[in-house]
């Protein structure tokens, strides 16, 4: 069964072609649904086949691989079934920009459902290599295949987030690249012939590597895949892209992108970590963490645009990311289900806003209210995943949240704690005053007039994203845990 | 072999000072490709011996993306383009100059500290490489047109690739290939873009690209 792996990495693959060659809108937009599906039914058969190693062993799902693997295969589904939809409503000619009255046209379609399955190519690489070199070129890819799926509404804010994320992600991945190449000049000095970038090479024979090279070379992954993950202050191209691109595409990077550059980050340490630098390493994710969460909750507060708010808040959970793993111990047990949690809370949160930005027309939470009554399914989900995301409980990010602030007391860390708490305190004052502002009021009368009930395919996917966040906060399937287990393990917690 | 690569490291780092100093767009294009050529010949300089294939393949493509395919996609773009040169740079020329030779020292003294840990390489390998990748780095932040930013993102690669060149021997093709496509696809898409913020602006001037803030 070892060839689950070239079959994931073959659909998406295929489809993309695919979609390049045939024609029609609706042949397409079933050509991606069927290509996330197969996606998602071959990672349920890598949970259950456990693929070895492939390509001499630069190809293979170990424990964190399959995690992110499955969130992002899981999510991609979501966002296909939502895209199906959304590419409907969307089709057809010049749009008026909400924000500035101009007119537009978006992007051919084709490019749309094109870059959207070599996307998923990408981020399966990234996932699936334990080659640290292919791991470079697959992440690189991503920005490259991504990119113009930001630009899709042909204009200039949109288009400056393009730029802005080309550019500054491509730099700070070309630091990652710098990072690689220290690896291989650390270890130079390895006894045996076999110098290759493949992860169990370079553990099995950590301890020859020169510290001061690989110290330098975990600076500069952190820093380049950082840049890429939004660990701030590296996250100035976040809350543009994800407030300028469709909100389905906002979804994807935020939910799947950003844990795959982690895991770019997860690789570096795993190497570090066998060679004896853990402290070294673990400080510094605890301060890229700390300062990630302090500078989102900066910005959210008073944030007057709610996509840009969402953005902000996915820079303070990547660092709350960040900082689990830094921490050892419990706490990465809790970083790797923080992970799953928000992905699932912040795709629906992304949906909903993209439902709402459909209704009212605007980004700015100001003009928004009434949601609850206006789009009363939206409405629901909008304050549902509020509260998933802010660590309310039943929702899985408690439990995540719980874990780590858990795993800081008994590391006698009580001041570490209190400002974490203090900053999630902040946070979700801030998140709930825009929140329940544009969930209450007055139902906005003129807005309805011409609007249909809410379509099926824009309710669906977010419902069952939060549903499913829902339910790891009530209860971790066996098999979950025992994968979120052994991720922890192979990552320096117990 | 080392007064061939100790050439090639003076050389990477002369031009990094022009690329400081030029403000006309399609100069510091074809700096930008001498660069990369001259870089290209570095694998093979620092191949003691007989060039096995994979390191003369690698070479040659290395010049040949670095030295004609991509000037030749920035040289075509700038056609298309109405603007020549760079005007009013966020640092001016003069004092960018400065601040490279100042960067250039402290790159010096950070190769001291970090010295290549495999026995006879050149001492100017890791000053020269991180020179570039400076350059690289402050030309993408202080030069206002996105064809310069770009064209700073290809000296930062180039700076990269010096290091990489120092480690090619011990991996395998198909990585480096792979980030040389990398490389490829980078600049392919960076000059899609230009073209559109050109249309779209009439002009591209990156720093024109402030309507988002905060």
């Known amino acids: 069964m070892n060839t689950i792996i070239y079959v994931l990495l073959f659909v998406p693959a295929a489809s993309a072609v695919l979609t390049l060659i045939v024609g029609g809108a609706l042949v397409r937009r079933t050509i991606l649904i069927a290509a996330a599906g197969c996606h998602t039914a071959g990672t349920l058969l890598a949970w259950h086949t456990n693929p070895g190693p492939l390509l001499n062993g630069w190809m293979m799902l170990d424990e964190p691989g399959l995690l992110f693997l499955t969130i992002t295969s899981v999510l991609f589904l979501a966002c296909s079934v939502y895209a199906f939809g959304y590419l409907g409503r969307e089709s057809g000619s010049e749009k008026q920009d909400n924000e500035e009255g101009f007119l537009f046209t978006n992007a051919p379609e084709v490019v749309f459902c094109t870059c959207l399955p ?67 000049i650390a270890a130079a000095g390895f006894p045996s012939d076999d110098k290759t970038m493949v992860l169990s090479v370079l553990l099995r024979q950590a301890e020859h590597l020169n510290p001061p090279w690989l110290k330098a070379a975990f600076l500069l992954c952190l820093v380049g895949y950082g840049t890429k993950m939004g660990l701030a202050p590296l996250h100035t191209w976040l809350p543009d892209a994800h407030s300028e691109a469709p909100s389905v595409i906002s979804a994807l990077l935020s939910g799947a992108l950003l844990n795959c550059a982690f895991l ?7 190497v570090c970590m066998a060679a004896g630098l853990t402290l070294f390493c673990q400080e510094l994710l605890v301060l890229f ?18 996509k840009r708010m969402l953005a902000y808040s996915s820079v303070e959970h990547v660092g709350i990311m960040a900082l ?55 409405g629901v ?46 946070i979700f004052i801030g998140m709930a005053s825009a929140f329940v502002h544009m969930a209450q009021g007055e139902k906005n009368k003129e807005l309805r007039a011409d609007r249909g009930p809410e379509p099926a395919l824009a309710i669906l996917p977010p419902m069952a994203l939060g549903a499913a966040a829902l339910m790891l906060g009530l209860y971790v399937p066996s098999a979950l845990g025992r994968l979120l287990n052994a991720a922890a393990v192979l990552l320096g917690g117990n | 072999m080392n007064n061939t690569v100790d050439m090639i490291m003076i050389f990477l780092v002369l031009t990094n000072l022009a690329l400081l100093g030029l403000s006309r767009l399609g100069a510091c294009i074809r700096v930008a490709a001498v660069q990369g050529i001259v870089l290209g010949m570095l694998p093979l300089a620092l191949n003691r011996g007989d060039i096995p294939l994979h390191l003369g393949l690698y070479s040659a493509v290395l010049i040949g993306l670095k ?50 840990p495999e026995p006879g390489m050149s001492a100017l390998i890791v000053p020269a490489a991180f020179f570039t990748i400076v350059t690289g780095l402050f030309l993408t932040v202080s030069r206002k047109k996105a064809l310069t930013q770009a064209i700073g993102y290809l000296v930062l690669e180039n700076g990269i690739s010096a290091f990489g060149a ?27 873009a230009i073209f559109h913020i050109n249309r779209e602006f009439d002009h591209i001037d990156a720093d024109k690209l402030s309507s988002l803030r905060t």
């Open chain 1, 289 to 306: 963490g700390l300062l990630s969460m302090g500078w989102a909750a900066v910005f959210i507060l008073g944030q007057p645009d709610y």
């Open chain 1, 118 to 184: 070599a996307f998923l190519t990408t981020m399966t690489i990234v996932t699936v290599s334990q080659h640290l070199g292919l791991l470079w070129v697959a992440m690189e890819a991503t920005t490259l295949v991504s990119a113009p799926l930001i630009y899709f509404h042909r204009h200039h804010r949109s288009l400056e987030a393009a730029w802005k994320y080309l550019l500054i992600c491509s730099v700070g991945i070309a630091l990652a690249l710098l990072g690689n190449f220290f690896i291989v």
């Open chain 1, 381 to 426: 989900l909008w304050l549902a995943g509020f509260l998933a995301i802010t660590g309310v409980p039943p929702f899985g990010l408690f439990l995540s949240e719980f874990t780590i602030v858990k795993s800081m007391i008994e590391q006698g860390k009580i001041g570490l704690g209190v400002v974490f708490l203090g900053i999630l305190a902040l």
């Open chain 1, 324 to 378: 689990g793993v830094g921490l050892g111990a419990g706490a990465v047990f809790g970083s790797m289900l923080h992970a799953v949690n928000h992905s699932l809370a912040k795709a629906m949160l992304f949906m909903a806003a993209g439902n709402i930005l459909a209704f009212y027309k605007t980004k700015t939470t100001a003009r928004v209210s009434g949601v609850l009554t206006s789009i009363p399914m939206t």
């Open chain 2, 166 to 192: 120092a480690v090619v021997e011990t991996q395998p093709l198909l990585i480096e290939l792979g980030i040389l496509l990398d490389a490829f696809m980078a600049v392919f898409v960076m000059g899609i």
């Open chain 2, 67 to 116: 030295g004609i395919v991509f000037p030749w996609v920035l040289l075509r773009l700038l056609k298309e383009l109405k603007t020549r040169r760079e005007i009013e740079p966020f640092v001016g020329y003069g004092t960018s100059i400065a601040l490279g030779m100042a960067a250039f020292v402290s790159c010096i003294w950070l190769g001291h500290r970090l010295p290549l």
């Open chain 1, 264 to 270: 770019g980050i997860l690789r570096s340490y795993q």
